[in-house]
């Protein structure tokens, strides 16, 4: 048989199980498109996928289902559809579908993210908690973002008569706030604030990460053609993969060998190294998989996400002077002009936070949330969500909902002070109108400190800085399209002149 002639039957063994299984259902399903043969529904999500969803759901409702492929799909495009599956259902929507990232980057579901509800989870959560983002650890460790954040102000200061990409700069200054808790040092540049040449690639790979895993890979959908890896996707997983395995490889040898006979490190690394062979709990022993998975997983999640929502956050108040020079004024009365803020100043600087919220609102990093699957059958709002089901939560959807909020497409952060219409309101998972972490077992590990590297790094950026912009480009014409992947990146990068504004000794 040739490989034509395969593919061919392939197809047509795959239209006829679709076609059966698509006779009608037995169970009231969730209102949705009509599908096409085989490929079903993939042709709806369009090149954005949130945003082709969010229309969708204008048409079917907050609750539809679509057929990608055979798998079923569910998504949830409304904060109490979204409640009902992440909160009274949480349970029942504890793992991961079968997915092509999962296998071919994140170690073939060894990392935190995909790792399958159970011992090995929640051995991986308790280190990750414990260690990296519990409150002490994360008091412990303020002094080296607040190290990093001081040598992006002196990158961008040295910068100031000419055009930054702020979006590159906050990137090497996530990563190396990250690797220095991490790993004990940072993994670009001395410290001069000068970019790495390296971290251009490290920041391309990272994107290609989210980019490829947003990509709704047919070989996921229609199992029949998964060898044939008809959009290349696997492949370039596997590629990216190898490249991601040598660097994080390099690194962890190289920490076991600096570690024989000298005083043990205080970094995240050193401590699962010390915890290898003797980790307490239900879970045992950790692998070198598992420790590489890890830190892929923190890398990949813990940098670009802070960075890319930062961009969006500056790019918004200078479409909105007004609302700039009031952020300003705020963090002027409270930090002064002589000193750079630091992480205790934010809980004294309401505004901020609510511009804060108000970026993660409008420009959440994870605009569909990664997918969970149905353990077993279960019933939402009247409608059968069949065992095995993918649910897809449109968290960008959520948080633009008109039903819910007020001029929902402006940005406006005085909805979340008092006064407001959501002055009470909370981004931690417990208010589904804007969970940008996602919510329930399943919430982002790192939230807390993201939230306070995007708090700290929005607040240096408006108080250290004013900005200016190309020659023709009007502040409130600023470009604002989005470049779709797993992490909401701009189409266009934010490109600017820095001005310095506090007291030249504090650059």
């Given at each position: 048989?040739?490989?034509v ?23 009231r ?50 904060a ?8 009274t ?39 990750s ?97 998964e060898?044939f ?14 490249r ?16 024989d ?111 969970r ?6 019933e939402?709002?009247?409608?059968y ?76 950026l ?46």
């Open positions: 048989m040739t490989p002639t395969f593919l061919l039957t392939n197809f047509a063994v795959a239209s006829f199980v679709y076609l059966l299984v698509n006779n009608g259902h037995p169970h399903l969730p209102p949705g498109p009509r599908p096409w043969p085989i490929v079903g529904n993939l042709p709806h999500l369009g090149p954005k996928p949130h945003q082709s969803l969010a229309s969708l759901a204008r048409s079917y409702g907050p609750l539809m289902h679509l057929r990608l492929g055979s798998v079923d799909v569910v998504v949830a495009a409304s109490s559809v979204a409640a009902q599956f992440l909160k259902n949480d349970a029942n929507f504890v793992n991961r579908p079968p997915n092509s990232g999962a296998k071919y980057i994140a170690y073939n579901y060894q990392d935190l993210v995909f790792a399958p509800y159970g011992p090995r989870w929640r051995l991986l959560r308790k280190v908690s414990l260690h990296l983002f519990s409150g002490k650890a994360l008091d412990d460790f303020r002094h080296l973002r607040q190290e990093e954040v001081a040598v992006l102000v002196h990158a961008l200061t040295s910068a100031s008569n000419s055009l930054v990409n702020l979006g590159q700069l906050l990137n090497v200054c996530t990563t190396n706030a990250l690797a220095r808790v991490m790993l004990g040092k940072r993994v670009f540049g001395d410290g001069s604030g000068g970019v790495d040449p390296k971290a251009d690639e490290f920041k391309d790979m990272v994107v290609e990460v989210m980019v490829l895993a947003g990509v709704f890979n047919l070989g996921d959908f229609v199992p029949a053609l060898r890896d008809l959009q290349g996707v696997a492949t370039k997983m596997k590629n990216l993969h190898a991601f395995d040598s660097f994080l490889g390099n690194i962890l040898e190289e920490h076991k060998m600096n570690s006979g000298v005083k043990q490190q205080n970094d995240f690394l050193s401590k699962l190294i010390s915890l290898k062979d003797d980790v307490d709990g239900e879970g045992g022993k950790l692998t070198d998989i598992e420790i590489k998975a890890l830190l892929l997983n923190m890398f990949t999640a813990g940098t670009d996400t802070s960075s890319s929502t930062v961009e969006w956050g500056i790019a918004e108040l200078i479409r909105h002077p007004k609302i700039l020079a009031q952020a300003q004024q705020e963090i002027d009365s409270v930090v002064g002009r002589d000193r750079l803020v630091t992480e205790l100043d934010l809980p004294n600087l309401p505004f901020l936070q609510a511009v804060v919220k108000e970026t993660f609102r409008l420009h959440p990093s994870t605009p569909l949330s990664l997918p699957m149905a353990s077993q059958s279960c939402i709002n009247g409608y969500i069949p065992k095995g089901s993918t649910l897809l939560v449109n968290v960008w959807a959520i948080a633009r909902d008109p039903n819910v909020w007020a001029e929902p497409l402006e940005f406006r952060p005085d909805r979340f002070l008092p006064g407001g219409e959501k002055p009470n309101i909370d981004i931690k998972g417990n208010d589904f109108e804007v969970i940008p972490f996602g919510a329930g077992r399943r919430i982002c590990a790192g939230m807390s400190l993201g939230l306070r590297m995007v708090q700290l790094l929005t607040a240096t408006v108080h250290a800085f004013d900005w200016g912009l190309p020659e023709g480009q009007i502040p409130e014409k600023l470009q604002m399209e989005e470049a779709y992947g797993l992490t909401l990146q701009r189409a266009v990068p934010l490109v600017l002149y820095p001005q310095p504004r506090l007291s030249s000794h504090v650059y």
